[in-house]
Nanobody, 127 residues
């Protein structure tokens, strides 16, 4: 059974960087599309970035485009999101999720299609 575990969150100053990891166990992430979502207190869940299973096609929310980069290391069964130039509005709990199909440009707007979710990692951007 697939399990996802996020790590890498923490407290960082505005303008700083963090790299979040999403480690899979019990199933190879090679065959799965992976997405990162986030949810800030009092706000709705927001899709941040997603990556396809094979081609590595990636999409980003407009709010993070140019600052975040998603990647996958199939040898380590892990997907990463490198977050640079962090802003206070990036503060949220970040979750990775896996889907058996890649939904292209809709990959960030259909969270119900993701079958497995991690427990989340907290990111706080504050001075």
């Amino acid at each position: 059974q697939l399990q996802l575990v996020e790590s890498g969150g923490g407290l960082v100053q505005p303008g700083g960087s963090l790299r979040l990891s999403c480690a899979g166990s019990g199933f190879s992430l090679d065959y799965l599309a992976i997405a990162w979502f986030r949810q800030a207190p009092g706000k709705e869940r927001e899709g941040v970035s997603c990556i396809s299973d094979r081609s590595g096609t990636a999409y980003y929310a407009d709010s993070v485009k140019g600052r975040f980069t998603i990647s996958r290391d199939n040898a380590k069964n892990t997907v990463y999101v490198q977050m640079n130039s962090l802003k206070p509005e990036d503060t949220a709990d970040y979750y990775c999720a896996a889907a058996t199909a890649f939904y292209g440009t809709n990959c960030l707007t259909q969270p119900r299609r993701y079958i497995t979710w991690g427990q989340g990692t907290q990111v706080t951007v504050s001075s």
